[in-house]
Structures are given as structure tokens and as C-alpha cells.
């Protein structure tokens, strides 16, 4: 028997964070009869779609399939009006998943947790919140975002600004009205794309501030009518996808399988222009050698650029918007309505940071060397601490004390993104190693709920006080990941996925590029043989 007290409420499971991970989690554990709490800092559910407000915000997985695969009853009473839905249309669908399933009597919003820590003799994780309220249980499940943490960009006086800042990151709930203003935007990954075009069409005048140029394809949105969504179309779709690298759907014939240089540059072309006129995030599937360095990923770039220069006449503008100095797919591709059109409009200049860098923000504006653009208001779509922010914001704290961040000083290393071996009962979901953010995210979140689920109850059931990663296991899954990953472009960009948008931050690549079919098979088999890559320690 244990001597530490228990420290506040205890629970089988505390899961952090209320998006569609922590809310699906919450279902999943709850109806297996485990006792759950879920605490969420923001004042309500929907993570990412709580906190991402800005105008413009939508998916880029179609809408049909970042919808939640495991209630047929809640596929038959939602509806989905776009292929890629707004922000507000996601939020009220993970609302309405919440009021179904009655989540929201186990959530606890306001309430962020600032420390856990593993008590080794109890087999017991204590959390700590911000309000210094104490919680414990056997298991903690980290459903806490990949791209939940908004990173603090590194631009000298910006609080000195005397206008309003505005994060896409946490955008004012009431919403924001740029009409008549003078209105700079600093930076042009996925969120600055989807929101420079609709703030444009309101200010007086845009500033788009651009240090990096991205690769965009068009998202062909469009309304969706009853028959886009019936549950043969539905099933069909998420049956698909499971066989797909990036879990997204296909069908049987749809995607090129030739290697891009076998085919002649007329013939290329027209896929190029095919998936193109298809839309969205399946041009990175063009050719199965698309992400691999070389000509396929150069004929990718060369398209793009071309139609680059279709859409903005004024080649000066149109060659600051052409991506330059890395691979197509190397950084998150963006999906847009409208953005090139926007740099056509008298209201709106591109100003390219390569050329004239930041100076520093003054209570007027956006110093660039060597003019000062004055502003009424600022808006920053500078992005995340991806994959491990929202993890490093808490002090967690595993056997024998040691800190998660002092284990991944050099970058996170884990077992199959789901677990840390030093860190006994504790999971994280989308964690890096495992598909996550090169996924739709969705299907992967399902995926590591229902494994999570699974061995929670496994443990119950073999009176297993406690789990925790091999190092073996978990060395052997981090060379894996990097073996996989080395011959891709991925590691090659400056991107979020490496770290690389923070400075000081261990420069590894993080997500798993093994696909989803391999990984959840990697996790099946993990899960069949009875945990082999962990240790159990009976109760
Ligand atoms: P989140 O939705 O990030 O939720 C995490 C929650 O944890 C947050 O509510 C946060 O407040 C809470 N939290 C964090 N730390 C603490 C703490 N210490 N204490 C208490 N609470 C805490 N993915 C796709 O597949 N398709 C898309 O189209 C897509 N579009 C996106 C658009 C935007 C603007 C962004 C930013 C991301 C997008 N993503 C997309 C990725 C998206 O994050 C995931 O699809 C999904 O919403 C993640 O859900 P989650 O529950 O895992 O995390
Ligand atoms: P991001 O892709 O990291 O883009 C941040 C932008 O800010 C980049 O252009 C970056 O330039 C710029 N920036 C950062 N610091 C700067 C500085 N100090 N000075 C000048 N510019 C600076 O972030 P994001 O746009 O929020 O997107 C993050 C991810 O969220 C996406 O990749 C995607 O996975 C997801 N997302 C999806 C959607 C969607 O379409 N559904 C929408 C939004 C977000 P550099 O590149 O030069 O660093």
C-alpha cells in the first residue's frame, strides 16, 4: 500500500486538453467504464477550432473526412454544407459531438495544468493546474495539440506597437472589423494564407509581410449536397483512406502509381494539371517519387510555379511569390481560396522580408529596413511550437524525477508517438513518431485513442499497475523514423515539422513519414503480442 496520500480527486484517467482528441478519448474511456477527468485551459471544447478564429480559418482535409468515423447516428444527424468547412461550422460540430455523447460533465474548462509528475510508489500521476488545484490518477493522457502552443515570434518591439496585435493563434472571439484600416500581416504559412485574402477584401490597405514564400494549390471549395455525404459514400471514403500514406481517400485507380520521370513532360503535366483542377492536398501524391529529392519533386515546383506566374501578371510580384530554396512538400503545403488573386488588388503590397528584413515594430508600424510602414492594426500568423510546445509549457516530470524536456533536450524520442520510456502511465496522442501532422488528423487521433483505450483496458483486466516504454523499444522506433524519413525532403526544410521555426529548439524531424497503413500495423502488432516493447508491472 501506497504512503503518499492521494492528492485531490482521483481518477483512472485524467486526459489534458478538449479537442477532438481529448473529447473522443473522454467517449471512448468512459463507455469501457473508466473513470475520466478532462481538463481544458480554454473556456470551452473544440481545441484547434476554439482558439483559431481568424477569418478565412477552414479545413484542409475535406470535410467528410475529418468528421469523427465512430457514431453512424452522429453521421446521420450532422450535415456538412462545404467540402472544406469554416472554422465556426467545426466548432459546432465538436459542440454537438459533446452535447451527444453528454462529454461535458467530466471536462473541466479554465482549468490548465502547469505540472504532473509521476509518484513511482502509488503508480499515480499527480497534476498541479495553474490554480494550484491537485488531481490524480493512473494513467495521464497528453491530448494537449500538435499545434497548440503559438510560438512567440522573434521581432524587436512588438509589444511596442500602439494599434492592436492580433494572433490567428487566438483570434478575439468577437471577431474583428478592418474596415477603413491599415492592416499588416506577418507571415504566410496556412493561417496567413487563409486570412489575407478576406482581410484584404475589408482594409483601407493590406501590408502581406513575407519572409518565406510557400507552395500553394487550390482548394476548389465548393457546397456539398446530401448525396456528397450518404453512409455508403461515407464508409466508402474512410475505407479508403485507411489504405492511403496520408490517410486521406482515394479510389482504386485514381492516383498515378509510375515513378514521375517515367512518364514524358507532356504526360506529367496533365496529372499535374489533373490534381490540380481536383484540388487540395493530393497533389503531394502526384507521383510516388514526388517526395523524394530529385526531378519529380523539382517538375512538381516547376508547375507550381507557373501557375504562380498565371494568376499574378506583375512578374515582380509574382517572383517574390514563387517558393524558393527547398523541396515541394518540405514545409506543410498550403491549401488557398483566392490568395495569388489577392496581390492583383491596388489595396494590397507583398513586401519581402528576404529583401528588406524586419527592423524592428515601432509604435507606428513595421520597420523594414530601410522604410517604416505605418499601421492601424497587426495581425501574426507566425505559427507554433509544433509537436512538443504545449508539452514543454508543463512540467512533467517521470521516474526519478526527471523532466520530459531534460529527456528531449536533443529533440522527443518515444515509442510509436505514444509513449516515453522513463515516463511510466503516460500517452501522449499524435505524439512525435507517429503519422500525426502528416496525416489527416482525424483518422490518426482515432487510431491512438482507440489503441490507448485498448491497453488501458488491457491493464485492468491483467491488474497491470503500470506501463511504460523499453528504451530498447523505444530506440529501435526512433531509428526506424529517421531511417524512413532520411531519403524524403522533409528533414530537408526549414520547417515546423523539424523545428527549425524556433529558435534554439533541437533541430530533429518528428512526425513519422513511414505512413499510416505501416504504423498501424506497427501499433497492432505491439498491441496483439501483449505489449512486448513495454515493461508491465503487476499490481
Ligand atoms: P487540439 O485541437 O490542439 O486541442 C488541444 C487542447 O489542449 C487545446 O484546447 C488546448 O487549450 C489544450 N491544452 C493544451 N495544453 C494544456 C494545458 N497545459 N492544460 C490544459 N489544457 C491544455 N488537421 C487536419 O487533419 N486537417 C485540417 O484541415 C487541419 N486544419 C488545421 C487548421 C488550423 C488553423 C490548425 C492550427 C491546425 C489544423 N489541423 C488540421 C491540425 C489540428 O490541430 C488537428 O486536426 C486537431 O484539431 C487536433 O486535435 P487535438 O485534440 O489533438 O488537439
Ligand atoms: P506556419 O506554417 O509556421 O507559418 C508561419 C509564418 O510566419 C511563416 O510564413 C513564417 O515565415 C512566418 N514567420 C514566423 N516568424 C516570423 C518572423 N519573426 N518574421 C517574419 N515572418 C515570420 O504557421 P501557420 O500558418 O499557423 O500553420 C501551421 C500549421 O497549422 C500548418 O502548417 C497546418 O498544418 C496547420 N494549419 C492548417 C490550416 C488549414 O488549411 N486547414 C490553416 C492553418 C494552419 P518562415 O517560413 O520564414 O519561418
Redesign the pocket.
Known sequence: MSTVPPAGPDYDVIV???????LYLLHQLRSRGRSVRV????DGV???????RYPG?R???ESVE?AFSFSEELDKEWRWNERYSAQPDILAYLNTVADKFDLRRDIQVN????SAGYDEAAHRWRLVTQDGERLSAQFCVM??????KPKTPDIAGLDSFAGPTYYT?SWPHEGVDFTGQRVGVIGTG??GVQAIPLIAEQAAHLHVFQRTANYIVPAHNHQLTDEDQTQEELAARRSNALDCPLGVAFEAGELNQLPAMELTAEQREAEFERLWRRGGLIMMLAFPDLLLEGEANEAAAAFLRKKIKEKVPDPAVAEILIPKGFPVGSKRLCVDTNYYETFNRDNVTLVDLTATPIDRVTPAGVRTSPVETELDALVMATG?DAMTG?LA??DIRGRGGVALSQAWAEGPRTYLGLSVAGFPNLFT??GPGSPS?LS???LS?EQHVRWISDCIEYLAEHRIASIEATAAAQESWVAHAAEVAAPTVYPRGASWYTGANVPGKARVFMPYIGGVPAYREACEKEADEGYRGFALTPA
Do not use: K, P
Request: proline share 0%.
Open positions: 489534458v486538453g478538449a479537442g477532438y482528441s481529448g481538463l481544458e485551459a480554454a473544440g481545441g484547434t477550432w476554439y482558439w483559431n480559418a479545413c484542409d482535409i475529418y482549468t490548465t495544468v502547469s491530448a494537449t495539440g500538435c499545434l497548440s493563434s496556412s493561417s507554433f504545449a509549457a508543463i496522442v499524435t501532422v489527416n488528423m482525424r487521433i
